[in-house]
């Protein structure tokens, strides 16, 4: 036996020696919650719940008043809430619209289970909710003006939390503890997105291992799950309203992109994906006429996925096109001018040279490669441009090292920094009105 | 009835075959999860979550034979979803290079899993988790590159590192990392 060899075979023995432990009993609960767990979803949800509002009308009867008294009443009415309203918008912040390129405002990042924000410019941060509870994803309200996150009850279970850009005023949303699903990425914002119009929230949920999609009132005042008839992952609102959610659906008509209106529950099949094929990442862009995804053969050795683009009605599909030696693209990210897209272009078919490219969205060309191999735009990176669409924000992902990095790049110059702090979940850019 | 068979059967929505596949792995996993995690409440978290994957998604698996492999794969993983996850509550204890005593009371083969358990510490997660596919579940460096999908370059790099520090540690005469040091230079 060699020198070599003898070490192997004590280090082993070592390892064996420490990793010695009592018979893991937890077996007959993991087994107990796959018993109760489906592999394919076979849909029927009994225990679908709906908040309960409150809606009374009365109609009173008008009685007969001169006409001239009226419209003079009414015009002096009118000035004068005219004259309020005015006050009020002076005295107070404007805010963005929620789609489309706006200001940079504050990052928020989670470290060690507290959030904090941070001014990107002067790298000055602040520890916005800290305290023995475990505080992850932080999401910017589109108006910058509140901030939605996830607060850890266990390994399964979360809570979801508003609160204002400071921290302050804490809603809770889910009373009842819900166990979220990430899609294939595990960012944050394939768990939960706050709707246009800020009054409810959107979260992908997983119930009896099957996902679902939980909408939650912004006001803590009720949740319900929408039935859309199949598994469901991935779900966002269609901008600009919020109307319809897109989701990634398996059914009896297969894998594929579908949407749901909200009001009516009413599904729309968008895209049907091939047998043998994984399909991630669905995202709107910012005017809500197009949806980029990427897609992958499932039998192919190697990663193979590619991103597409195709209308919002299921019309147009194309693939943005690869330079040549690029072997697959995927991670597509909008920019808030819908004009390009952020994608991670990869070279080989594994990890080994990926790197960060925006490319038009109408795919006219290659795009730009704006983030080299080193950056490690890898697997599970998250990436999100500027409200101002100048740079992109990343949490690189190198699988084996520490994947708690920011960096920014600057898209003109193709400069990436690292920002000065950590985060050991996808940070969130606050858009302020331009 | 061998893995395969329970395999086929399991993925065809039969728990009972699961089950038996599940109750098979969960020790060897426990114990790998503990070696990478370093922390035993979190190495249950990862072994439950690869579990409760592994039902959820068996159907994704191709090769049944590739079962034992693909299980491993999902503990990695998720054991390094957790080590991402780590919070306050998880008392990551920093062994310093200079607070290592001198272990003269111990039998040689205690005192190397004193050290080993030290090395394993310093390592991150990644890197625990490639010493321990290799060195305790016995894969070969290709699969353990699969497993982890990162270059076998990388894995062998990362390897001799954590090797090299090993043995440094164990080699009684090479004691750097074992002997006290004052101010950064070697007693």
Known sequence: MTMQHRRSAELEATLVDLARGPYPEYIDDVLARTARSRQRPAWTFPERWLPMFGIASEQALAPRFPLRAIAIALIVIALLVATVVALIAGAQPRIPAPFGVADNGLIAFERGGDIYTADPATGVQTAILTGSQTDVGPRFSLDGTRILFERKLDYFHSQLYLARSDGTGLTLLTPEPLTLAAGDLGRAWEKYQLSPDGRTVLMATETSGVHTITIAQADGTGVRRLDVGMSASEPSFRPPNGAEILFIGEGDQGLGLFAVNIATETVRQIQLIPNGFGVAGPSWSPDGSHIAYWMWDETANGLTARTHVVWADGTGDRELPSPPGAVWNAHATWSNDGNRIFIARAYTPGYDDVRGAVVPADGSDFGVEVAPASVETNCCAAWMWSPDDTKLLGRTSPITGTPDKLVIIDVATRTVSSVPWTSTSDPTWQRLTP | ?187
Not at chain 2, 28 to 35: M, Q
Request: with cysteine; hydrophobic share 45%.
């Open chain 2, 1 to 187: 009835m061998d893995q395969q068979r329970l395999v086929e059967r399991a993925r065809g929505g039969d728990h009972d075959a699961f089950a038996e596949l599940a109750r098979g792995s969960v020790v060897r996993l426990d114990e790998a999860a503990r070696l990478i995690l370093r922390d035993p409440e979190l190495a249950r978290d990862a072994v439950q979550e690869a579990l409760f994957r592994a039902w959820r998604d068996l159907r994704k698996l191709r090769d049944p034979a590739r079962f034992e492999a693909w299980l491993y794969r999902l503990t990695v993983n998720a054991c390094l979803d957790q080590a991402r996850r780590r919070r306050r509550w998880r008392i990551e204890v920093e062994l310093l290079e200079t607070d290592t005593p001198s272990i003269p009371d111990m039998s040689a083969a205690q005192a190397d899993r004193e050290v080993v358990d030290q090395v394993l510490r310093r390592l991150d997660e990644a890197g625990r988790a490639i010493v321990v596919l290799h060195y305790f579940l016995g894969m070969p460096l290709t699969d353990v590159a699969a497993t982890l999908g990162i270059p076998i370059g990388t894995v062998k790099s990362r390897l001799h590192r954590a090797l090299g520090e090993m043995r440094i540690a164990i080699d009684p005469e090479r004691t750097l990392v074992t002997s006290p040091v004052s101010r950064g230079q070697p007693a």
